[in-house]
């Protein structure tokens, strides 16, 4: 309650500490709303002992965006930013999913913010890890949160390539991976500045998840999946492996909840996403799930940046 009096700013989001079962999370838009959940929580006990402590958390809008480095001690080299789908559903509804599809580079993440990640986050936390004698070495993925007044958090820490959104980044790389890869990895350090890495220009990727029937619960495997080639054959496509398997004759068949990764690349990602979709229909598995939506906000973002260059062409 004392800390319920000493905030000023609202919504706050009050979780129980203890396990809920998923229902331990609520968002007061004002103080009495607060009031209302901690009477709840503590005096009417609903929770039970799960709401014994509750713990106060500010409320974060805006989209989520992944953030690549690559870190050797005090280097880093940043790598493109991605966005991914986490909601299971089109409209980024439903439950939280590890990822039913991804498009890079994020046009969310500007130049002007990729300097102030890596100067207030990537830099800050490889000095940390170096001043606390545990220098780090590898890929470090930051999940940030990016608001609608541009201004970010982060809100989670990885130390390794996201999934699905290493396939988009792998679409744009065009020189080799291994030697930067070396170089992040190799005790005497300080030199991924030299490693080359080219990345494609003016080109936009994109990958739709195919998933099994019933992701993400529980989800059922050895369906047989044909078409892959043919989806291949359409340029700028290409299909990664997630969850297949081969049986005992041989067919590729579906082993896992996410299966397969359709990608494309395109100089926009409005032809990024066609690609992808128009491969999507090669696959021969009607019981894929998926969403059609991957890549909503890129395209909407670029019809708008498309707008604004023709304002901009004399007439
Ligand atoms: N796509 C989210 C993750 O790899 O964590």
């Not at 494309?264 to 996403?273: I, L, P």
């Amino acid at each position: 309650m004392a800390a319920l009096e000493r905030r000023a700013a609202y919504p706050v989001v009050i979780k129980a500490d203890g396990l809920a079962a998923g229902k331990g999370v609520f968002i007061a838009w004002n103080k009495a709303e607060a009031e209302n959940v901690l009477q709840a929580l503590f005096v009417e006990k609903t929770l039970g002992a799960a709401g014994r402590t509750v713990i106060l958390e500010d409320y974060l809008s805006g989209e989520e965006a992944s953030f690549f480095a690559l870190v050797n001690g005090l280097d880093v080299l940043p790598l493109l930013p991605a966005q991914d789908h986490k909601a299971a559903y089109d409209g980024d509804r439903g439950p939280n999913t590890g990822g039913m599809g991804a498009y890079a580079p994020a046009p969310v993440v500007t130049a002007a913010l990729t300097e102030r990640v890596i100067a207030e986050v990537v830099q800050p936390t490889a000095a940390g890890m170096v001043a606390e004698g545990t220098p780090f070495r590898g890929v470090l993925y930051c999940g940030l949160m990016i608001e609608p007044n541009g201004m970010f958090k982060v809100l989670e820490y990885n130390v390794r390539f996201g999934d699905p959104e290493c396939q988009v980044l792998c679409m744009l790389l065009e020189s080799d991976l291994l030697p930067v890869l070396y170089e992040t990895a190799a005790v005497s350090g300080n030199n991924l500045d030299r490693v080359p890495l080219h990345w494609a220009s003016k080109t936009a990727a994109l990958t739709v998840v195919l998933a099994s029937p019933g992701y993400p619960g529980a989800y059922r495997s050895g369906d047989v999946i044909r078409g892959l080639e043919q989806a291949e054959t359409i340029p700028g496509v290409k299909v990664f492996h997630a969850g297949t398997a081969r049986d005992a004759q041989g067919q590729l068949i579906a082993k896992g909840g996410r299966v397969l990764n359709i990608t494309a690349r395109a100089s926009t990602f409005a032809s990024a996403q066609q690609l992808a979709y128009t491969a999507v229909e090669k696959i021969d598995w009607p019981d894929a799930f998926y969403r059609r939506d991957i890549g909503w906000r890129a395209l909407q973002r670029e019809q708008h940046e498309t707008i604004r260059l023709d304002e901009r062409t004399p007439r």
